[in-house]
Structures are given as C-alpha cells and as structure tokens.
C-alpha cells in the first residue's frame, strides 16, 4: 500500500511533525459523500494538495466535466448511462473524462452525428462553444443539414455513413397522389383479379388503351392503399 508523509507546524514551533497517508485515507474521505471539491477533500485528509492527488492518482479518479472540473470522484463510484455519463447532485462526469474528450466521444460512436441540441440534452450544459473549437481544430467535421451544424466524426470516411444514416432519418417518404375516382379504382381492381402476377406499370398501360386517365403514380397509390404485391391476388 502506498503511504505518503504529510508534515506541518502547530503552534508556530519549529519541530516538524510528520503524519502518513495511505490508501485507505482517500477512501475514508470519500466515505460519506461520493463526490468532493478540492477543498472539501483537503479539508478532511489535513494535507497538502500533492499529497491529496498522489492518494487520488493511486485509487483513480475522475473530474466533473462542468463547473470548471471541480468536483472529483474515485474512479470505482460512477454509475453510467448507455452514452457513457454520470451525474451526483450538481456535478457531471463522463467516461471520456474532459467536456470536449466527451464531446468527440459521443459524435463519433453516434450512427448519425449529433446536432448541438441533443449534445446539449445530453450534457445538461452549453457545448456551443467547445464544438466550434473542435470544428476548427478539425478534432470534428461538421455539415450544414435543414439549416444546422451536424457534427461528424473528424474521419471522411466515418463522417460520411454518419451523414447518410441522418439524412435517411431525416428525408420524409415521398408523397403519394390522391386516389383516383371509384370506377377507376374498381377498374384497376378487375384488371388486377384477372391478372394477379402483373405490375402496376403494365396495369398502367391497359387502362390507358381502354381510355382511363391512369398515371403510373395513381397505380401505385391504389397499389399501395390496398396492400397489393406483384404476387398477392385479391381472392
């Protein structure tokens, strides 16, 4: 176990006094409160700060993220989430460690990248700032999507998937046209009983030649209203 000496002087007398710290002596601090300031932590061990961060170095530990990285906890306590975070009354931390090592490490295990917005939801506190400082260090990649800053992995490869798997997310299926009048529905329909194997373009052409304004769009808008495959008959 590892001990480190503290000394001090009481009283103004010159004779040192020696005190030793162990292991121990860092747990016990962190007993009743899973989470101390620097001066909560010197406060109960009575020490100086290199011996304090020797003691927390040895055990491990994490900084908050927010309010300035002053809030440690031993490495052993977090709990965290699915996106790697933790929380204890008014501090944060992250299993990337820092605000911006967290940052990168969300945008790029993210399948589609992440907006400001949802970094900030997920961080509770504003990333504006850090992500462009990350953007201009090339430590991200962004890309202007409806209107926004994406932020991407710093890889163009990785960066790409990201955007592609966004903007699928993000692109609304296509429109289909109103359905046509009743007789050409029920039209359509004979012509699909008759021929159960046969597509919507050919349909298409069949009901052109007997004169019914069809378009192609209309076909699979019936098509699609009713649940019809190439290969489903009505009866």
């Known amino acids: 176990m590892d001990v480190w000496s503290c000394q001090y002087t009481s009283l103004g007398v010159q004779t040192m006094r ?64 699915d996106h790697g975070l933790w929380s204890y009354r008014r501090a944060r931390f992250s299993q990337y460690g820092t605000l911006s090592g967290t940052i990168v490490g969300l945008v790029c295990h993210s399948e589609a990248g992440l907006y ?37 992995d710093s890889h163009p490869e990785r960066a790409h998937k990201q955007l592609e798997n966004r903007s699928t ?15 050409t529905i029920i039209a359509l329909l004979v012509e699909r009983i008759k021929t159960p194997d046969v597509g919507p373009e050919l349909i298409t052409r069949r009901l052109r030649r007997r004169g019914l304004p069809m378009s192609r769009a209309q076909t699979r808008a019936v098509f699609a209203h009713y649940g019809l495959t190439q290969k489903k008959a009505l009866i």
Request: glycine share 4%; net charge positive; aromatic share 10%.
């Open 18 to 81: 020696t005190a030793t710290y162990d292991g121990q002596d860092i747990l016990d601090a962190f007993a009743e409160e899973k989470v101390l300031t620097r001066e909560q932590l010197l406060n109960k061990l009575g020490c100086s700060w290199m011996t304090a961060w020797r003691l927390l170095k040895g055990q491990g530990y994490l900084t908050s993220y927010n309010h300035n990285a002053r809030y440690y906890a031993l490495s052993s306590v977090p709990r965290f989430n």
């Open 116 to 152: 400001a917005k949802e970094l900030q939801q997920h961080l509770q506190v504003n990333v504006r700032p850090t992500l462009s400082r990350l953007a201009r260090s090339s430590s991200l990649s962004r890309h202007r999507l409806a209107g926004r800053f994406l932020y991407l």
């Open 169 to 183: 997310e993000t692109t609304p299926e296509p429109e289909l046209p109103p359905l046509p009048d009743p007789a």
